[in-house]
């Protein structure tokens, strides 16, 4: 069951002040006006919780034409992934009522585009003086953006898969979209994650509003899930066949993990499994995996924060720096000291003197120099390392 609590707005030299919750039909807002409060702040839905590799999300228009209709707003990342948000307000029932078979048909409309397709579809679409002469444009200014090539090969194989974010953003999604939201979940094996995602509204004293986003509802993808989309006769059909119970490919996934299992297998056939099976060994001593935009190998030993172990990125790269930034220093000397003689490389140190394994003085190693020919002496320096930093606490 949700429960929600009123905001109480504090400010120093002034009394408290609760908050107002609003829907936005009492400030005689409509859609439209959510619709660019989303495209204006995209930081007001909460994506990085839901597929933790989407954080900065690139406006790319509204009101999409995508051949089942119009898409309220789109977004692209600077890798190429593609977010999918229709919005709904609180006082719309019937609109409630349809809008996830709506944001399906969606998903599965742009599934069946070619990028030519997509790409002029979006260009269309900007709301500027200007349209943008391409995709890549939208996106180009932003430090994590890929070159133009890669970018569009990117787009090209998101849309083939139908692997995108598809949110359902409101001012109160009720309990009809949740359990729309529940039938969702158990077809899961789609290749989009779907999320609820409802933007609380409330106005201070001053007239100022406050947007409090939060996830009500999300799905994951399965890994070999089999689903069949059917729109050939009507309103959209979503079949899965489900994942024999228990087994290990049946573990809910996001995109995220899913893209960056791919990116790794394109580095070595295998390497997503080899990388999967070390972290798997590590359970029993604590070790356990975050996934950002990086792969993250973290372990509680007692300290305010959790200790990084290293940290693997879509380039292959194991950065091992991180553990310096809280920790003692001997302690990271040592642990990269031990992964250095693994692979004949050296001890390296950042700017901030931070020590790190590398290759050559500089760079970091690449995670199959480790995996799976070096594991068992990782394992052996993680184990030694964290028993070290573990008796320091007692």
């Known amino acids: 069951m949700r429960a929600s609590t009123r905001p109480v707005r504090i400010r120093s030299g002034s009394p408290d002040e609760k908050l107002q919750k609003l829907s ?45 209709g119009y898409i309220d707003n789109l977004f692209l990342t600077g890798g190429g992934d593609i977010v999918v948000v229709e919005t709904k307000l609180h006082a ?14 969606y998903v599965a409309a742009l599934s069946a585009m070619s990028f030519g397709q997509f790409e002029a579809a979006v260009c269309a679409a900007q709301h500027t003086d200007g349209h943008p002469v391409s995709l890549h444009a939208l996106v180009a200014s932003q430090p994590e953006a890929l070159d133009e090539c890669t970018f569009a090969d990117a787009i090209a194989a998101n849309l083939a898969r139908g692997r995108m974010l598809a949110l359902v953003v409101g001012d109160g999604v009720r309990r009809e979209a949740e359990t729309l939201a529940a039938v969702l979940q158990s077809h899961a094996g789609a290749h989009f994650t779907f999320a609820l995602v409802e933007l ?44 024999v119970a228990g087994s290990p490919s049946a573990r809910p996934r996001g995109l995220t993990e899913i893209e960056f299992d ?3 297998d ?27 935009g990086s792969l993250n190998l973290k372990a509680e030993v007692g300290r305010d924060s959790p200790a990084n172990l290293g940290y693997i990125q879509k380039n292959g790269q194991l950065w091992t720096n991180a553990l310096g930034w809280k920790m003692p220093v001997e302690a990271a000397e040592d642990y990269a000291r031990a992964l250095a003689e693994l692979i004949g490389g050296s001890v390296a140190h950042g700017s901030d003197g931070s020590p790190y394994v590398s ?18 002496g990782w394992r052996m320096a993680i ?10 606490q007692e």
């Open 92 to 105: 719309n029932s019937q609109a409630r009522r349809e809008v996830v078979a709506q944001t399906l048909d």
């Open 262 to 264: 791919e990116i790794m």
């Open 200 to 243: 609380a509204i409330y106005r201070g004293g001053d007239g100022d509003l406050f947007v409090v986003p939060s996830t009500l509802a999300k799905t994951l993808m399965i890994e070999r899930g089999v689903v069949r989309v059917d729109r050939s006769n009507g309103p959209i059909v979503v079949e899965a066949i489900s994942e």
């Open 359 to 376: 290759t050559n003085g500089k760079s970091a190693p690449r995670i199959e120099d480790l995996v799976p020919t070096k594991a068992e």
């Open 383 to 392: 184990r030694n390392l964290l028993h070290v930093l573990r008796t320091q």
């Open 24 to 68: 936005l039909g009492d400030l005689g807002f409509n859609e439209e006006w959510l619709q660019k409060l989303i495209a204006s702040h995209p930081e007001v839905l909460p994506v990085a919780e839901i597929e933790p590799a989407f954080e900065r999300l690139i406006p790319a228009g509204r009101e999409i034409s995508c051949g089942h």
């Open 266 to 292: 394109a580095r070595r056939p295998g390497l997503a499994a080899d990388v999967r099976d070390f972290i798997a060994s590590l359970e029993p001593s604590g070790v356990y995996p975050e996934m950002l």
